[in-house]
């Protein structure tokens, strides 16, 4: 499929809405990576591990955000440099079916798959 088949106008609205929903999800998503409350005395060990999981996967849910929300920031200033649909280790096209699926995505299919293994 050619680079023309590319819609940079539509890809730059699909990223900006992929950042106004990751910023809405993020304000949303507050207070689960608290401080977990210790004292056996008022908190059970089972209910303390259950938060401690909570935590963690909260906390881990706010790193995966971030690097969601750096993506699509650097996603964006590929379009704006005439970047954007180049695979960023090889520097051949993008297939456009994949930037539709992902249009964050850095690396064509060969290179990702290669990176995979």
Known sequence: MPMSAI???HMKRRLQQMQDDLA???AA???GAG???LDQSRVGRLSRMDALQAQAMSL???RRRELLKHRLA???LRIERGEFGDCVNCDEPID???LEFDPSTLCCLQCADKAER
């Open 7 to 9: 819609d940079l106008n």
């Open 60 to 62: 881990e849910s706010g």
């Open 24 to 26: 809405a999800v993020t």
């Open 74 to 76: 650097a996603a964006l």
């Open 35 to 37: 401080v977990v409350e």
């Open 96 to 98: 456009p079916r994949r």
């Open 29 to 31: 998503a507050t207070g």
